[in-house]
């Protein structure tokens, strides 16, 4: 059995994989729950990988006993999972965003080891407070609805110990989308006007919020979604649109 071990929903591409990678660095065993295996994990022992389609509702049954039975009891669950499937986006976002969230939370609250730091990280987004035409409705509605989630848990689930929060993440440069950025010089250039941090944020800033918040260092911090925009989120539009306009 493992001293410790978090299981990371999500955690074959993006931002969970570099959260999968902070882990590791702090020497736990890690159980990954998504629909494919990352190659990226192949041979790695302290990796452990569970087929699961959040999409299918019975397809999430006993994932919590399934992980547990291998590797020991959780100190960490971290969600980082997104709809990406080819079904209707309303339904898909809620299935993979919310309800399976809600499902794994449930799930994995009789899992978590009796003593030590224990904590859920969830990852919502700037869209659960602000609107962006870039994603659908349903995502909005997500984001939103996972906040006020962790909000709820952070109540119930704290009488037991176990911290619940949020990040809140601008969009990110990931692994997955640098050479995108790298050939549209033009979008580098707009969040460097945007952000008072003059760049982009990267799926490392996102993970490093995780990797606080699942960690002894945020021992009372229970119950709160952390914006991680660079300061974008504090500065007045009219302040922006004067900056892009040149005046
Ligand atoms: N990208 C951004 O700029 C940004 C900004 C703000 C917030 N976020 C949030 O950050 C989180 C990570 O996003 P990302 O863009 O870094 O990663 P991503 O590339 O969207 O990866 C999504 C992860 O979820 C898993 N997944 C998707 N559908 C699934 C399903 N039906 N069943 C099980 N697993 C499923 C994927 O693995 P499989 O394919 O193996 O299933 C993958 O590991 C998401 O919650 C997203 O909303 C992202």
């Not at 969970?16 to 882990?23: D, I, K, M, S, Y």
């Not at 848990?153 to 601008?170: C, D, E, F, K």
């Not at 260092?217 to 004067?242: H, M, R, T």
Request: charged letters at 20%; a neutral charge; aromatic letters at 8%.
């Amino acid at each position: 059995m493992s001293a410790q071990h978090a299981v990371v929903v999500g955690g074959t591409r993006g931002l969970g994989l570099v959260v999968v990678e902070r882990l590791l660095a702090r020497g736990f065993d890690v159980t990954i729950i998504s629909r494919q295996p990352s190659p990226r994990h192949a041979g790695n022992s302290k990796v452990r990988h569970i087929a699961v389609d959040l999409e299918v509702v019975d397809s999430l049954d006993g994932v919590w006993t399934k992980a547990c039975d291998a590797l020991g009891q959780i100190s960490y669950l971290v969600l980082c999972q997104r709809f990406r499937g080819q079904g209707d986006p309303w339904e898909g976002e809620i299935q993979v965003g919310l309800t399976a969230s809600r499902c794994l939370i449930e799930g994995f609250a009789d899992h978590f080891t009796s003593a030590g730091d224990r904590a859920i990280g969830v990852v919502s987004s700037v869209y659960a407070q602000f609107v962006g035409a870039s994603q659908p409705v349903g995502y909005h509605v997500v984001k939103a609805g996972l906040n006020e989630m962790v909000r709820y848990y952070a109540s119930t689930l704290g009488r037991r110990g176990i911290r619940v929060n949020a990040i809140m993440p601008l969009t990110y440069m990931k692994d997955e989308s640098r050479q995108f950025y790298e050939n549209n010089a033009s979008l580098a250039d707009v969040y460097e006007r945007l952000v008072p941090l003059r760049r982009m944020g990267h799926a490392e800033d996102s993970a490093n919020a995780l990797n606080f918040l699942c960690s002894e260092q945020a021992s009372f911090i229970n119950g709160q979604s952390l914006i991680v925009d660079g300061g974008v989120s504090v500065v007045w539009p009219e302040e922006v649109a004067k900056n892009f306009a040149g005046l």
